[in-house]
């Protein structure tokens, strides 16, 4: 995987790229909203939430430099400073912070890791530390409800919880199909972005891209008034 083409490249046709940016793609799947952790969005609103993140696979960079580049919808490369990790989560900081949940040992059980991609992420985390760094392509959502239910009580675990003004709102409209067992996927290749005037939903699960702008203020970890 090689996130960082040289941007002279004939290749390197990256959508975007920042150092220290303020605005941001952030995903946000209806069935979150669904489940009550937060209210319906609605442009122009000011809002307040963590981030999470997903990768199939991490490596460490030689690079000390934090960026991100934007490659479409939420997804992003990134070069990452590890900031946190404990036996649940590990923190990163690519220009803002970001968690994501551990392998743990369950996920290499007979019949979990069929491709052996979880062996090779449980490894690699079992290496990092704070200070490393690291590059992965991720895609960047909305803190689910980890974050601000449990972990943000943890004072080893840094602030996270930033204050965003949202810009614009998109849905993908893409029909999901059941593949196999409880796998679903799209039954067309590419999103079909449509500005949207809210996150609400009647029934089903959409797909949400909130186009956010960080506020200067630091994050905080006041989780009690998200849940509240």
């Known amino acids: 995987m090689d996130c960082f083409p040289k941007m002279d490249s004939p290749n390197s046709e990256l959508k975007g790229c920042c150092m220290m940016q303020n605005k941001w793609n952030i995903g946000?799947?209806?069935w979150i909203l669904n489940d009550g952790n937060y209210p319906v969005f609605y442009p122009e609103e000011q809002v307040e939430f963590a981030c999470w993140f997903y990768a199939d696979e991490f490596k460490s960079s030689e690079s000390s430099s934090k960026s991100a580049n934007l490659l479409g919808g939420a997804q992003y490369c990134v070069n990452a400073e590890v900031v946190y990790i404990d036996s649940e989560i590990f923190v990163i900081d690519f220009g803002i912070l970001a968690y994501t949940s551990l392998v743990t040992?369950?996920?290499?059980?007979?019949?979990?890791?069929?491709?052996?991609r979880f062996r090779i992420a449980y490894d690699f985390q079992k290496s990092l530390k704070p200070g490393h760094m690291i590059s992965a392509k991720l895609y960047l959502g909305i803190?689910?409800?980890?974050?601000f239910e449990r972990h943000c009580d943890n004072?080893?675990?840094?602030?996270?919880i930033y204050k965003w003004h949202l810009n614009k709102i998109e849905a993908d409209f893409r029909k999901l199909v059941q593949l196999e067992g409880r796998v679903y996927g799209y039954t067309e290749p590419e999103p079909d972005w449509q500005?949207?005037?809210?996150?609400?939903v009647g029934g089903g699960i959409v797909e949400f891209l909130l186009h956010c702008t960080r506020s200067v203020e630091p994050p905080h970890r006041d989780g009690q008034r998200l849940r509240d």
Do not use: R
């Open 105 to 116: 040992e369950n996920a290499l059980l007979p019949g979990n890791d069929k491709t052996g």
């Open 155 to 160: 004072l080893l675990v840094p602030p996270m």
């Open 195 to 200: 500005t949207v005037d809210s996150t609400y």
């Open 28 to 30: 946000f799947s209806s």
């Open 143 to 147: 803190d689910y409800y980890p974050y």
